[in-house]
Nanobody
């Protein structure tokens, strides 16, 4: 079973930047949807970015181009670079991998075909 381990969270002031990393225990990356989600208390888990087999990344429209997702296949790391952070970006960020051969568009946020990391906390203060 694959394991995902997020790192890079922390506290930052509004306008600052953070890069989150997700270490994936397997070297397989083709035909897997890799995604970043975030969750705040009382809200649904929200998909913020996703990547599938080298296709054009998906980003939540709410991000307004401030985040970028990338995959270093040689190191089995998925990254999320976040800039111009706002207090609304605070939350727990999760890395997730979908089942083999399932595109990102086929997966809902509540889908049981995701494997999740434990999350990393991001706090943006004004």
């Amino acid at each position: 079973q694959v394991h995902l381990l997020e790192s890079g969270g922390g506290s930052v002031q509004e306008g600052g930047s953070l890069t989150l990393s997700c270490a994936v225990s397997e070297s397989k990356y083709l035909y897997y949807c890799m995604a970043w989600f975030r969750q705040t208390p009382g809200k649904e888990r929200e998909r913020v970015a996703a990547l599938y087999s080298g296709s054009i990344p998906y980003y939540s429209a709410a991000l307004k181009g401030r985040f970028s997702v990338s995959q270093d296949s040689s190191k089995n790391i998925l990254s999320l670079h976040m800039t111009s952070l706002e207090s609304e970006d605070s939350g727990t960020y999760y890395c997730a991998r979908g089942d083999l051969g399932t595109s990102c568009s086929q997966l809902t946020s509540r889908d049981d075909r995701w494997t999740w990391g434990q999350g990393t906390q991001v706090t943006v203060s004004s």
